[in-house]
């Protein structure tokens, strides 16, 4: 019998996984919902699935090409107008995922000479972009996680050996998805502004759930319209899917010509522009949901004793993976589907509980989640 390397070398790593406990398996939804992203409750909101009937009714059920062909229709020009007013940018570019437009929109940006530097706990999504960029040529640099100091110490020592004329670039997430603290903008900027950077923000976790309008961190923050590039996504807070960058003209212009992420790719289809355009006004119109949402955060974290934080992410620190894991699954053999994340999405020893807060959930539901977690974690249920 033929043996072939690829055959071998796969064999090893699953093999590795699993003596380290971190093979990985799709699990259907079951139980109530303290994991998902869906922070408004819009992802089954009945109103949502008649904007997408509706689209689909008019547009279609696919887009048939990428836009640059034949792909576009009215409602993708209206969902980017509607984002860029409301993050308060010049304009909008849509791309059908975060992952996609983080990856694609850092190399598009920066080429040889050029830097990009990044918080240490980004997405992975920034993290491909970085090294895409840095296959290009580009510098890349890593500060310490919500560190502004360093990155001031790291942007001096890059401008005094760059050349005349070099980009860059700080990206960062707004809401760290697997931690839930949230960014520093404004001392972010003054950094950038110093320096000549251009910053570039991920709201995926904050677009709809922060600020007064439901913009997200920025306008949070008190800095809204101020951040130059904006990426954020359609579904988590809103209920859809795809994504999008919000920034000045001339930024999307080069982003139309340059992403090959957006160039090569079929455009969303009609009825998922129906629904995000639908998710948008719910948030505008229905405070009440990101309001509800970060309460039940709030309650948790005073029951785990954990700091208060702008999300409604709650990490709860466990260590080993088979621990994690083990834990996970009693919560959701008690009918809370909680899951455990381990490396390498998070740092080797860190795995953890990642537990998410929505609209969609009731009181009874949070006090019994707390009880849960008090008799699985002794610690955790000292102040409820």
Not at 270 to 275: I, Q, R, S, T
């Amino acid at each position: 019998m033929i043996s072939f390397a690829w055959q071998n070398r796969l064999q090893n790593q699953a093999d590795e996984r699993r003596a380290l406990g971190r093979v990985r398996a799709i699990l259907p939804p079951g139980g109530l919902d303290f994991c998902s992203n869906d922070y408004l409750g819009l992802r089954c909101d009945p109103r949502l699935a008649e904007a997408a009937a509706g689209a689909a009714r008019s547009y279609g059920a696919g887009a048939g090409a990428a836009r640059l062909l034949r792909g576009d229709c009215p409602l993708h020009q209206e969902l980017e107008a509607t984002l860029a007013q409301w993050k308060g940018t010049e304009a909008c570019l849509l791309f059908n995922t975060g992952f996609q437009a983080n990856a694609t929109l850092i190399p598009a940006l920066l080429g040889r000479g050029d830097a990009v530097f990044s918080d240490a706990l980004n997405h992975a999504s920034l993290v491909d972009g970085c090294r895409l960029a840095r296959s290009g040529g580009a510098h890349v640099g890593i500060f310490r996680h919500r560190d502004t100091g360093d990155l001031d110490g790291q942007l001096s020592a890059w401008r005094a050996e760059a050349t005349a004329g070099a980009v860059v670039l700080v990206a960062t997430d707004a809401v760290f998805s697997m931690d839930g603290d949230a960014a520093d903008l404004p001392a972010l900027i003054e950094v950038c502004d110093r320096h000549g950077a251009l910053l570039l923000i991920d709201e995926a976790h904050a677009t709809g759930l922060l600020g007064s309008d439901g913009a997200g961190l920025a306008q949070h923050q008190g800095i809204h319209g101020r951040v130059p590039l904006v990426m954020g996504t359609l579904g988590k807070g809103l209920g859809a899917f795809g994504a999008f960058v919000c920034c000045p003209e001339v930024l999307r212009e080069h982003l139309l010509n340059t992403a090959r992420g957006f160039i090569f790719s079929t455009a969303l289809p009609p009825p998922v522009l129906g629904a995000a355009l639908e998710g948008i006004r719910l948030a505008r119109a229905e405070p009440w949901r990101r309001e509800r949402a970060l309460a039940l955060a709030g309650r948790l974290r005073q029951a785990l004793n954990q700091p208060d934080q702008p999300s409604a992410i709650l990490p709860v620190p466990i260590g080993p993976d088979a621990e994690a894991v083990r834990i996970a699954r009693t919560l959701q053999d008690r009918g809370f589907d909680v899951r455990a994340v381990r490396p390498p999405t998070v740092p080797a020893g860190s795995a953890r509980l990642r537990i998410t807060t929505g609209a969609h959930l009731g009181d009874a539901a949070v006090t019994g989640l707390i009880s849960a977690l008090a008799e699985c974690l002794p610690s955790a249920g000292n102040n409820t």
